[in-house]
């Protein structure tokens, strides 16, 4: 099979690498512990977690669950990983049954990344959706 190009490669976007957690309704980065100062949009000075990603809010007075945004925000990790693990599978061939070679015991062991990426990916939900893991 042909090199295909990766469908997950893409130097110019980075971002805090995951896990994220939620702690008093912000999105943190699980790898710094203790507090810093953060300055906020309004000039203030105030003590949040060390690896503050996020603030999240409900804007207005609208009803929204500031938690569940916060658990969705904090997924994005889990998620993004899962997703391009998949594609990529798609991608490379993985998935496609090649009739000329399904008597080769290897087929279903070629399964095994996307069984994995499908279970990395119901765990993110599972977190994002505010359940037990």
């Known amino acids: 099979m042909a090199a295909t190009p990766s469908v997950t490669e893409n130097a110019a976007t980075t971002f805090t690498p995951g896990p994220w957690e939620v702690i008093d309704g912000n999105v943190v980065a699980t790898q710094f512990k203790g507090t810093t100062p953060v300055v906020m949009p309004d000039g203030e000075t105030r003590q949040h977690q060390t690896g503050l990603l996020a603030l999240v809010y409900s804007p207005g007075d609208l009803t929204l669950n500031f938690e569940a945004n916060a658990r969705l925000i904090s ?41 994995t990426a499908l279970t990395r990916a119901q765990a993110a939900v599972i977190k994002a959706e505010g359940g037990a893991r």
Not at 82 to 91: E, H, M, N, R, S
Not at 95 to 102: E, K, P
Request: proline share 5%; charged share 25%.
């Open 75 to 115: 997924a994005a990790p889990e998620l993004l990983d899962a997703l391009k693990t998949i594609l990529q599978g798609f991608a490379d061939g993985v998935f496609v049954r090649d009739l000329t070679h399904d008597a080769e015991a290897d087929w279903a062991l070629r399964l095994v990344p996307f069984i």
